[in-house]
């Protein structure tokens, strides 16, 4: 469920960015299907797979947090 939410932000703010899931699979150095999984919720995001989120969409990891988890 935690990682459920953790997806739907992640799409959403890579949609809102213009990413595509295989051009932000490019940009993380990770394969389209590992971003798959993350935003359907059936792998929780790594620390450093956030951060670097983060990094590429220009959006603080505060952001990119489920509310309620912070």
């Known amino acids: 469920m935690e990682?459920?939410?953790w997806g739907r932000?992640?799409?959403a703010f890579r949609?809102?960015?213009g990413?595509?899931?295989?051009?932000?699979?490019k940009d993380l150095?990770?394969?389209?299907?590992?971003?798959g999984e993350v935003?359907?919720?059936t792998r929780m995001p790594s620390k450093t797979?956030?951060?670097?989120?983060?990094?590429?969409?220009?959006?603080?990891?505060e952001d990119?947090?489920?509310?309620?988890?912070?």
Not at 29 to 35: A, E, K, N, Q
């Open 3 to 5: 990682a459920e939410k």
């Open 9 to 11: 932000r992640i799409r």
């Open 15 to 17: 949609k809102l960015k």
């Open 19 to 25: 990413y595509t899931q295989e051009g932000l699979a």
């Open 29 to 35: 150095g990770v394969s389209v299907s590992l971003v």
């Open 39 to 41: 935003e359907r919720g």
């Open 49 to 61: 797979f956030l951060e670097k989120v983060s990094d590429i969409l220009k959006v603080p990891i």
């Open 64 to 70: 990119l947090t489920p509310k309620g988890l912070d």
